[in-house]
Nanobody, 123 residues
C-alpha cells in the first residue's frame, strides 16, 4: 500500500521557521522525485519545490527561493522542507507528492499524494 504522510505544520509568527516532513512507503523511493505543493483557501494548488531521485537536484518556485530548502534522506524514505523567514502569504495546506519525473512542477505529473499539513503564519 502506497503511503505519503506529511507532518510538521503548525502556527508560526512571520519571520519564523518550520520544517515539514514527508514519509513515504509502498513504492521504490529512489525511483521517484518528490515535490511539495501548497494550496491556500479558494486558490489552486501550486508547486513549491521538488527534489530529484538519487542525485537530489532541487528546484524552487521563485517566491520561496532563498527561504525554503528541500532535501531527502533516501535511507529513511523521508523528504523535508525547511521553511525559513516565513511570510503570511506562505500560509496554506502543504502537500507532498511523488513523481516518476525528477523535476516535475505540475499536479498532473505526480502519482502519489499525501493528505496535507496546515501551515499558518501570523503577521
Amino acid at each position: 500500500e502506497v503511503q505519503v504522510v506529511e507532518s510538521g505544520g503548525g502556527l508560526v509568527q512571520a519571520g519564523g521557521s518550520l520544517r515539514l516532513s514527508c514519509a513515504v512507503s509502498g513504492f521504490t523511493f529512489d525511483d521517484y522525485g518528490i515535490g511539495w505543493f501548497r494550496q491556500a483557501p479558494g486558490k489552486e494548488r501550486k508547486w513549491v519545490s521538488c527534489i530529484g531521485k538519487k542525485d537530489g537536484i532541487t528546484v524552487y518556485t521563485d517566491p520561496v527561493k532563498g527561504r525554503f530548502t528541500i532535501y531527502r534522506d533516501n535511507a529513511k524514505n523521508m523528504v523535508y522542507l525547511q521553511m525559513n523567514s516565513l511570510k503570511p502569504e506562505d500560509a496554506a495546506v502543504y502537500y507532498c507528492a511523488a513523481s516518476i519525473f525528477p523535476d516535475a512542477t505540475t499536479v498532473g505529473e505526480y502519482d502519489y499524494w499525501g493528505q496535507g499539513t496546515q501551515v499558518t503564519v501570523s503577521s
